[in-house]
């Protein structure tokens, strides 16, 4: 059974650092890329981050220049450096495949940016 499992997220100031790191538990065989989403109170969950298995990156436009996404395809794991945070990166942060797969998801890991 494929599923990721999110963990690192935390309690930050505005302006602090937090690095979130998926671990996918199975094999996904073939050409995939990943994504990192997140979900706010009240609202849609959201694409944050992707990165092909080439290594090519996309962002959205409320976090390019603060988020780093990055992949290690041999250990099938993937991080998000998240720098400069602001309240409005308050959410859920999840890991799944770009187009998503609704049996892979996780539980997700909180983050709050509060002074």
């Known amino acids: 059974q494929v599923q990721f499992v999110e963990s690192g997220g935390g309690l930050v100031q505005p302006g602090g650092s937090l690095r979130l790191s998926c671990v996918l538990s199975g094999t996904i065989v073939g050409i995939y890329t990943m994504g990192w989403y997140r979900q706010a109170p009240g609202k849609q969950r959201e694409l944050v981050a992707s990165?092909?298995?080439?290594?090519?990156?996309n962002y959205a436009d409320s976090v390019r220049g603060r988020f780093t996404i990055s992949r290690d395809k041999a250990k099938q794991t993937m991080s998000l450096q998240m720098d400069s945070l602001k309240s409005a990166d308050t959410a859920v942060y999840y890991c799944?495949?770009?187009?998503?797969?609704?049996?892979?998801w996780g539980q997700g890991t909180q983050v709050t940016v509060s002074s």
């Open positions: 990165i092909s298995s080439g290594g090519s990156t």
């Open positions: 799944n495949l770009l187009p998503t797969r609704n049996a892979y």
